[in-house]
């Protein structure tokens, strides 16, 4: 899925990579 709207903020973009590096890091808890 692409949203570039969802993209187009710096700091919307630096949230979303923060959510995505704590879901990555909560899977690696689990394994």
Known sequence: ???PAEYSDE???ERLIGDDLEFAQSLFDVV
Do not use: A, K, S
């Open 1 to 3: 899925v692409c949203l």
């Open 11 to 13: 700091t919307d973009l």
